[in-house]
Structures are given as structure tokens and as C-alpha cells.
């Protein structure tokens, strides 16, 4: 992936990403949105640090699980592309 076809992920103005340990779990915050990613989507948002590729994220993950890069990258795409949709990032 170059250019536009491996875009940089992050979180829009106002969402937020952490553990709350009132609920013991990972959320994502956005204005008057609540989000409790699967464990899937929360390795891949901790990766999201407006800075790294989506090529990264797949291949840190890739690297992280042993796991063919293809699968990888089309569970990467599908959860930013639907937090994306939800208004939580931008790619």
C-alpha cells in the first residue's frame, strides 16, 4: 500500500480511546457516542496514532499474531472502514 491507497488512520476531533475501569474494558468515546470495540478492533485502535499507515497497523498486527497479512489487512480495513462510517476516525 502507497500513497492514497494506504491511508494514516485517526480518531476524529473529540473521540477518545482508553481502558475505563469502571467498566473494565476498552471504549471509544466520541461526542454523544459510546463504542465497545471487540478485542480485534481494540488491537487495531491501539495501533491508530494518527501517525502510522494502515500498512503498519497490518503488519505490526501480522508480526504481533503470526498471521498471513492478508487476513490481517482485510480485518484492518473493514473495522476503520465501519468506525470510519460511525464517524469515530478518519482515513
Given at each position: 500500500?502507497?500513497?492514497?491507497?494506504?491511508?494514516?488512520?485517526?480518531?476524529?476531533?473529540?473521540?477518545?480511546?482508553?481502558?475505563?475501569?469502571?467498566?473494565?474494558?476498552?471504549?471509544?468515546?466520541?461526542?454523544?457516542?459510546?463504542?465497545?470495540?471487540?478485542?480485534?478492533?481494540?488491537?487495531?485502535?491501539?495501533?491508530?496514532?494518527?501517525?502510522?499507515?494502515?500498512?503498519?497497523?497490518?503488519?505490526?498486527?501480522?508480526?504481533a499474531f503470526d498471521a498471513p497479512r492478508a487476513v490481517i489487512a482485510k480485518d484492518v480495513m473493514a473495522t476503520l472502514t465501519d468506525l470510519a462510517a460511525k464517524g469515530a476516525v478518519?482515513?
Amino acid at each position: 500500500m502507497t500513497g492514497a491507497a494506504d491511508p494514516v488512520p485517526r480518531f476524529r476531533a473529540g473521540v477518545k480511546f482508553r481502558l475505563d475501569p469502571v467498566r473494565g474494558a476498552w471504549v471509544l468515546l466520541a461526542p454523544e457516542k459510546l463504542f465497545l470495540p471487540d478485542e480485534t478492533a481494540v488491537e487495531i485502535l491501539r495501533l491508530v496514532d494518527g501517525e502510522r499507515p494502515v500498512s503498519a497497523i497490518v503488519e505490526a498486527l501480522a508480526q504481533a499474531f503470526d498471521a498471513p497479512r492478508a487476513v490481517i489487512a482485510k480485518d484492518v480495513m473493514a473495522t476503520l472502514t465501519d468506525l470510519a462510517a460511525k464517524g469515530a476516525v478518519r482515513l
